[in-house]
């Protein structure tokens, strides 16, 4: 099925007089055109969204972020204002002066609320060139969908210019080589107005499989116009009033390798010493092969994305010595907190900004969150592993899980526990670093299981689990990684 909307919002948030003059077809003090729900009649905006892209805010007229700041892939080329041609885009938090003085000049984002709101600007340029390309996880298969975003021709309406008006596809396609379409829906010319005006446009989708690719082309050429601006980019549930079929929801990376899988014996450095620090413990790598490392002598995070010679870094404020480190696949990280403020907190690549999840009385040096949003912390100083529930436990409690407070090796007990992973069954997985072993704690239980002792093991600090089972275990005092699996150790 396929939906269309399309709803005007003039820019009343500039300075000249006449931008806040509503015509007889506008309503409100936003003066915002009634509109038609690309939805069924009766959803609104409360219902769940997947995704809401405002592209943050700053007091710099141009941002320095990029496309892969916000997750998604573009044809077109980042580029200061002094380079600013077709072909080219930039996050601006107001349209800047063309040298035609045929732009809105100072006008400013669509996102409400939000003082020195930064909007995507594109001079587009040619003919089927992708201005948005961001791959989605994790939907539910049968369920309706709404993928929107709010785009407006930055073009003023002057009578003795002739331009081209930007006219966006929308696209949804299967994420698989073929790239199957989906749903696509076509916005026509947007045109010109005397006031730079915004316009929702989108399409509703209903799910064929769980991970789609979302998409907005250009679907005409020309240097003479074509220039326009994105903003609000949002994937939400279409209707609360649906039933389909949800994989589980992973929050983490489980590969499926063939049989026979191996690997290089000598590994490419990607950063040493000098650039991540000698004291770090942290590390995670995501689904998109991106790494994550704390950085512990600069309390930073390092972002090190596939095949990039330099890392994106943020500093979350109030950040100390952290030790583990989780990042959920809707770009959530999760960060240990604990030696100074006795918490677990969480950011975001696209902030310094962050808030506090979890308390604990020391530090977390394995953080997890399992299919149930359920986040897990390793005290390896109290023996134990603790976790909380994100969705429904506002006092932020814990409850123990694995170890009872005291170091042993009794089958309920844990000495300095270290990295740590749930399994889809919600089996608990730890790095039992003073006991030199694994144990696994089935789902409901505090009596653990040893699958690998000491006999095989000199201080193990992490644990990974691919989908056949197989667990990768960084075997420390033996200076190697290892897998272990039905055929034994290797």
């Known amino acids: 099925m396929g939906g269309f909307l399309t709803s005007s919002i003039f820019d009343c948030k500039n300075n000249d007089e006449d931008y806040c003059e509503c015509s007889n077809d506008f309503i409100g003090s936003s003066c915002e055109i009634q509109s038609v729900d690309i939805c069924s009649k009766h959803d609104n905006n409360t219902y769940e969204s997947l995704f809401f892209i405002t592209f943050g805010s700053g007091s710099d007229q141009f941002s320095s972020k990029t496309a892969s700041d916000f997750n998604f892939t573009t044809d077109l080329k980042k580029e200061s204002w002094s380079n600013f041609n077709p072909g080219a885009y930039a996050f601006v938090n107001s349209v800047p002066s063309s040298l035609t003085l045929?732009?809105?000049?100072?006008?400013?984002?669509?996102?409400?609320?939000?003082?020195?709101?930064?909007?995507?600007?594109?001079?587009?340029?040619?003919?089927?060139?992708?201005?948005?390309?961001?791959?989605?996880?994790?939907?539910?298969?049968?369920?309706?969908?709404?993928?929107?975003?709010?785009?407006?021709?930055?073009?003023?309406?002057?009578?003795?210019?002739?331009?081209?008006?930007?006219?966006?596809?929308f696209e949804v396609r299967a994420v698989h080589k073929k790239?199957?379409?989906?749903?696509?829906?076509?916005?026509?010319?947007?045109?010109?107005?005397?006031h730079m005006t915004w316009s929702k446009h989108g399409l509703s989708f209903v799910a064929t499989s769980s991970s789609v690719v979302l998409l907005m082309i250009s679907n005409v050429g020309g240097h003479e116009g074509n220039d326009l601006a994105i903003d609000d980019i949002q994937l939400r549930v279409s209707s609360a009033n649906q039933t389909g079929f949800c994989y589980p929801v992973l929050s983490f990376n489980q590969p499926k390798f063939c049989p026979v899988v191996s690997w290089e014996a000598n590994g490419t450095t990607v950063a040493n010493d000098t650039m991540i620090g000698l004291s770090t413990i942290g590390m995670f790598i995501d689904t998109d092969n991106a790494i994550y490392v704390n950085d512990q002598e600069t309390n930073s995070v390092q972002i090190w994305y596939e095949r990039k010679t330099e890392p994106m870094i943020i500093k979350p404020e109030n950040l100390n010595a952290s030790k583990g480190i989780f990042v959920t696949n809707d770009g959530d990280i999760y960060l240990d907190n604990g030696e100074l403020t006795g918490r677990v907190d969480k950011c975001s690549k696209s902030s310094n900004s962050s808030v506090p999840v979890m308390y604990v009385n020391g530090s977390c040096f394995g953080l997890f969150v399992d299919r149930d949003k359920n986040l897990y912390c390793s005290l390896?100083?109290?023996?134990?592993?603790?976790?909380?529930?994100?969705?429904?436990?506002?006092?932020?409690?814990?409850?123990?899980?694995?170890?009872?407070?005291?170091?042993?090796?009794?089958?309920?007990?844990?000495?300095?526990?270290?990295?740590?992973?749930?399994?889809?069954k919600?089996?608990?997985?730890?790095a039992d670093y003073?006991?030199?072993?694994?144990?696994?704690?089935?789902?409901?239980?505090?009596?653990?299981r040893t699958l690998v002792d000491g006999s095989l093991l000199n201080g193990p600090t992490d644990i990974k689990v691919d989908a056949d089972g197989n667990l990768f275990i960084v075997d420390q005092g033996n200076h190697r990684i290892v897998r272990f699996g039905s055929n034994g150790l290797y």
Not at 180 to 193: C, H, S
Not at 412 to 420: F, T
Not at 426 to 430: I, S, T, W
């Open 102 to 169: 045929s732009w809105h000049h100072g006008a400013v984002d669509h996102t409400m609320n939000e003082t020195d709101g930064y909007m995507y600007l594109a001079d587009v340029g040619n003919v089927n060139g992708t201005l948005f390309n961001y791959k989605i996880k994790n939907l539910c298969v049968g369920v309706d969908y709404e993928y929107s975003a709010y785009l407006t021709n930055v073009m003023r309406d002057i009578w003795w210019v002739s331009v081209t008006e930007p006219n966006i596809r």
């Open 434 to 448: 003073g006991n030199n072993r694994i144990q696994l704690f089935e789902y409901g239980e505090l009596s653990g």
């Open 179 to 194: 790239g199957d379409l989906i749903a696509q829906k076509i916005t026509g010319d947007i045109p010109v107005y005397k």
């Open 380 to 424: 390896r100083d109290q023996h134990r592993v603790v976790k909380r529930s994100l969705c429904c436990d506002s006092n932020k409690s814990t409850t123990i899980v694995a170890g009872n407070g005291a170091n042993g090796s009794a089958p309920n007990m844990l000495n300095q526990p270290s990295g740590i992973f749930v399994d889809i």
């Open 426 to 430: 919600l089996n608990l997985y730890v």
